[in-house]
């Protein structure tokens, strides 16, 4: 039996209970096509030759789960995932990129994966939250492109780059950033992760388990996700947050990005040091192209409601916020440093402030 298939059978039973969020609808009005179908669809456990399917065959044989909600589950449906929902980008892709041939390979093959078990070939990486990601997509590039410019000339150790991809468009979604657009992400997540044929909108797909209709429709839901939380004024979380600001953090993890409020990321991508690289999963460890993150770097991950999807960092290495901070290095470096010296209460408080920042149920 497949890996896939017995991660994917615990996690069918422990899932059940998971209770699917409610977009913001009126009161008293049915929900639309869309939102209707998109929940359904987040939380549907996909079987083989699933009469759901359009006309497909239903969950494929290289499935890593059977829903998107098995590995978006934390703090509610679309929440992050723990470390056993982890998937590793396949080796033989990852090699392509360790090669000159970067810009031509399709964009979005780097977050192919399967369970990871820590001995195959291939990157981890851990399930972030969903919750607030319409708000990430409506970003304009042009406001990440300004944020790039005026930050290096703001911080001169800090050199946060756009992620572009090979059609000239903005990354700002995954781990390393190169994937543009809500709509590619859950495609590739229909395809890699629940292995069913998508059709994209004006590409007709007789074989799709999953017409364009219903794809729209489940990428409107993830897009309607409630945003994080903040846990009302608390003295200690305020003083936190200047020292968040004080020491920093702020210069990666901004407030506020287009209409991303108070989403403290910049979205763009950063050199993290040696500790955080995967240069031994055959990422480049320089840019064969200015497109593709190379082995150290990583984009800004927003913190908003980071109090609920521990484990911390691309591959959920760390269990706490305070581990996940001394595990910075490159860019990052002067600001842990900063942050270190300071006293046991401001960072205490600090702490309080991360906590603050919590899933929307
Ligand atoms: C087997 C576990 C698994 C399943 C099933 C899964 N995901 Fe994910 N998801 C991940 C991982 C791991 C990442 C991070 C990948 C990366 O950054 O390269 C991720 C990232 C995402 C992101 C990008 C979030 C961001 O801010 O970068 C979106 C959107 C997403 N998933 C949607 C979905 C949808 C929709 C489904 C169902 C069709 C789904 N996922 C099914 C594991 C899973
Ligand atoms: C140079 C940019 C930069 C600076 C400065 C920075 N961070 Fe980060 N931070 C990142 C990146 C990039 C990651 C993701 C690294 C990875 O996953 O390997 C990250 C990850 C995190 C995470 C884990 C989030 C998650 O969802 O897994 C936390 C918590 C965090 N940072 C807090 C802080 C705090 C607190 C400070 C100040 C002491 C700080 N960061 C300073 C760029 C930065």
């Avoid at 069913?196 to 909108?201: D, H, Y």
């Avoid at 506020?256 to 409020?261: L, M």
């Amino acid at each position: 039996m497949r890996q896939g298939w017995v991660l994917g059978f615990g996690l069918a039973l422990a899932c059940s209970t998971v209770a699917v969020a409610e977009p913001n609808e009126p009161p008293g009005e049915p929900l639309s096509y869309a939102r209707e179908v998109g929940r359904e669809l987040f939380a549907r456990e996909w079987i083989a030759d699933d009469p759901r399917s359009a006309g497909g065959r239903g969950l494929g044989e290289n499935a890593n789960a059977e829903s998107c909600v098995a590995c978006h589950s934390l703090g509610g449906a679309g929440g992050a995932g723990g470390r056993s929902r982890n998937v590793g980008t396949v080796g033989d892709l990852a090699n392509v990129f360790g090669g000159m041939q970067a810009t031509m390979v399709p964009q979005g093959v780097l977050s192919i994966g399967r369970p990871w078990d820590g001995s195959t070939m291939g990157s981890p990486r851990n399930p972030p939250a969903l919750f607030g990601a319409g708000l990430v997509d409506a970003v304009p590039e042009t406001a990440l492109r300004a944020l790039a410019a005026r930050e290096h000339a703001a911080h001169p150790a800090i050199s946060g780059r756009v992620s572009e991809t090979e059609d000239g468009r903005v990354g700002r979604f995954a781990w390393k950033g190169h994937i543009a657009s809500l709509e590619d992400f859950v495609a590739q997540a229909c395809k890699v992760e629940l292995d069913i044929v998508v059709e994209r909108p004006g590409e007709p797909e007789p074989a799709a388990d999953l017409r364009a209709e219903e794809l729209t429709a489940l990428t409107q839901y993830v897009a309607e996700l409630p945003e994080p939380r903040e846990v009302a004024d608390q003295p200690l979380a305020r003083r936190g947050e200047a020292v968040f600001t004080e020491v920093g953090c702020i210069a990666c993890h901004v407030e506020s990005v287009g209409p991303a409020e108070r989403v403290f990321s910049d979205l763009l991508l950063h050199d993290m040091g040696e500790a955080l690289s995967d240069a031994g999963f055959g990422y480049a460890e320089s840019a064969p192209s200015e497109l593709v993150a190379v082995a150290q770097e990583w984009r800004t991950p927003p913190l908003w409601g980071v109090r609920d999807s521990a484990p911390y960092l691309h591959d959920g290495r760390a269990d706490t916020l305070t581990t996940a901070i001394e595990l910075h290095g490159g860019e990052a470096a002067s600001v842990v440093a900063s942050w270190r010296a300071r006293s046991d209460e401001d960072r205490a408080a600090l702490d309080s402030f991360l906590r603050s920042l919590t899933a929307p149920m």
